[in-house]
T-cell receptor, first 117, second 110 residues
Framework: GAVVSQHPSRVICKSGTSVKIECRSL??????MFWYRQFPKQSLMLMAT?????????EQGVEKDKFLINHASLTLSTLTVTSAHPEDSSFYIC?????????????FGEGSWLTVV | SQQGEEDPQALSIQEGENATMNCSYK?????LQWYRQNSGRGLVHLIL?????REKHSGRLRVTLDTSKKSSSLLITASRAADTASYFC??????????FGAGTILRVKS
């Protein structure tokens, strides 16, 4: 199946700093990518939908100035957690829609563990 | 977008047994996708079934879809310890986003 690469897989940053997570579709063009957050033993919470060349659409309750999303190309979307705080520590997962694949299959990255100290 | 609701919330079986998980949803869909998530990892796409399909197979996986009842099931036959994971269904309207329910936590004991 199609591959979505997420980087870094683990990152530790200090409070107040910003950290960027990359999501790449490796063998297909993804005009739409999605960013999720997952707390331990809980389901995935959709944060935002990222469309190539336009502004991201954020879900209710997600601070767009806190979680900056950029989808500058058909294969890359980035999530930047700005002025990170310990409560931002979480597992972040991206996914990408393969519009040319059967049924608009959505593929997920391996996720990124963020720890803010 | 709509959320799939998985049932049961947790399932514990012995290796070699079959595992069945169910999914219900509320509105019309274009397709329904099943995913597996191992602890602390990303989601792995298992199978996609279109709204005009009733059953689909992939290796030890069998997925059924009943659009009249707005339900789907995932059957894993001859389960293995490596099948231990959380399983999510994702009913999808055309071009829409995926919103996940709580999933089914499957534990296969060896």
């Amino acid at each position: 199946g199609a591959v979505v690469s997420q980087h870094p897989s683990r990152v530790i940053c200090k409070s107040g700093t910003s950290v960027k997570i990359e999501c790449r579709s490796l063998d297909f063009q993804a005009t739409t990518m999605f960013w999720y957050r997952q707390f331990p033993k809980q389901s995935l919470m959709l944060m935002a939908t990222s469309n190539e060349g336009s502004k991201a659409t954020y879900e209710q309750g997600v601070e767009k100035d806190k979680f900056l999303i950029n989808h500058a190309s058909l294969t890359l979307s980035t999530l930047t957690v700005t002025s990170a705080h310990p409560e931002d520590s979480s597992f972040y997962i991206c996914s990408a829609r393969d519009f040319e694949g059967p049924g608009n299959t959505i593929y997920f990255g391996e996720g990124s563990w963020l720890t803010v100290v | 977008s709509q959320q799939g609701e998985e049932d049961p919330q947790a399932l514990s079986i012995q290796e070699g047994e079959n595992a069945t998980m169910n999914c219900s949803y509320k509105t019309s869909i274009n397709n329904l996708q099943w995913y597996r998530q191992n602890s602390g990892r990303g989601l792995v796409h298992l199978i996609l079934i279109r709204s005009n399909e009733r059953e689909k197979h992939s290796g030890r996986l069998r997925v059924t879809l009943d659009t009249s009842k707005k339900s789907s099931s995932l059957l894993i036959t001859a389960s293995r310890a490596a099948d231990t994971a959380s399983y999510f269904c994702a009913p999808m309207e055309y071009g829409n986003k995926l919103v996940f329910g709580a999933g089914t936590i499957l534990r296969v004991k060896s």
